[in-house]
């Protein structure tokens, strides 16, 4: 139902705002943006930095959600991810302004338990059951 629909992603809004940035940041330097199932999926050199030195895993990450914007460091890693992010993008669709401070959380609270932050983590075990990937493995020069 189309009013659902949109409502979904007025209560994703907040999630999806901080990722919209990176869609000029990419369009500026040369990256890539497209829409792919009503998910505006970002990529390029300037995105890659960012998933490579701005986030807290080792390596960097080969993606991210943040609502409907999904960043990837290239177009393949993105194919690759797919479906893995789609998940992410129905969290962020149920946990709505919540998901960034929600996920952050969990993932302070398997670190102070001595557990794997984001391996442990429950929104990357619901990603990976559900979408039946492992984590994904990157270069560190990707």
């Given amino acids: ?19 919209l940035p990176f869609v000029a940041v990419a369009l500026a330097t040369g990256g ?18 960012v998933l490579r030195h701005c986030t807290l895993l ?3 990450a080969a993606a991210i959600t943040l609502g409907h914007v999904v960043l990837a460091r290239n177009l393949e890693l993105l194919e690759e991810t797919r479906s893995h992010e789609r998940i992410h993008v129905s969290q962020c669709e ?9 996920y952050l959380t969990a ?16 929104f990357e ?5 559900r979408s039946e990937t492992g ?8």
């Fill in 1 to 19: 139902m189309l009013i659902v629909r949109l409502l979904k992603y007025i209560w994703a809004f907040p999630t999806t705002a901080v990722g």
């Fill in 32 to 49: 890539h943006v497209q829409v792919i199932d009503g998910v505006l999926e970002v990529h390029g050199s300037m995105v890659a930095w």
């Fill in 58 to 60: 080792k390596g960097g």
């Fill in 94 to 102: 149920l946990w709505g302004p919540v998901f960034i401070p929600a």
């Fill in 107 to 122: 993932s302070l609270w398997l670190y102070l338990r001595g557990r794997e932050p984001y391996e442990d983590n429950p």
């Fill in 125 to 129: 075990l619901e990603a990976r059951r």
């Fill in 135 to 142: 984590p994904i493995q990157v270069a560190s020069d990707t």
